[in-house]
Nanobody, 123 residues
Framework: QVQLVESGGGLVQAGGSLRLSCAAS????????MGWFRQAPGQEREFVAA????????FYADSVKGRFTISRDNAKNTVSLQMNSLKPEDTAVYYCAAMNRGLLVRSIDYDYWGQGTQVTVSS
């Protein structure tokens, strides 16, 4: 069982930056691949970024590539999402998730989810 708690969301102007963090409970954090997803009002949840359990491989949606960076610290049981050059279309609730096995971009393959943190980017 893994419990995930996101933090770091807020209101920022376009062009600004935010850093989201996700703290995981349990001793098995390093055995999970981790992902960030987001969901805007009236839209489906979409993949943002993911990182393998080793931390050696990262993956990004085209819409955030070059602006967002995912990282993890297995010693601290945390995964982070550094978001730069934010745009109004990045406004959404952001969720971190843990996956034992599956496709990194597919939300249904993730086993555990946090409660989400709101990110609002004003124009």
């Amino acid at each position: 069982q893994v419990q995930l708690v996101e933090s770091g969301g807020g209101l920022v102007q376009a062009g600004g930056s935010l850093r989201l963090s996700c703290a995981a409970s349990g001793r098995t954090f390093s055995t999970y691949d981790m992902g960030w997803f987001r969901q805007a009002p009236g839209q489906e949840r979409e993949f943002v970024a993911a990182i393998r359990r080793s931390g050696r491989s990262t993956f990004y949606a085209d819409s955030v590539k070059g602006r967002f960076t995912i990282s993890r610290d297995n010693a601290k049981n945390t995964v982070s999402l550094q978001m730069n050059s934010l745009k109004p279309e990045d406004t959404a609730v952001y969720y971190c998730a843990a996956m034992n096995r599956g496709l990194l971009v597919r939300s249904i393959d993730y086993d555990y989810w946090g409660q989400g943190t709101q990110v609002t980017v004003s124009s």
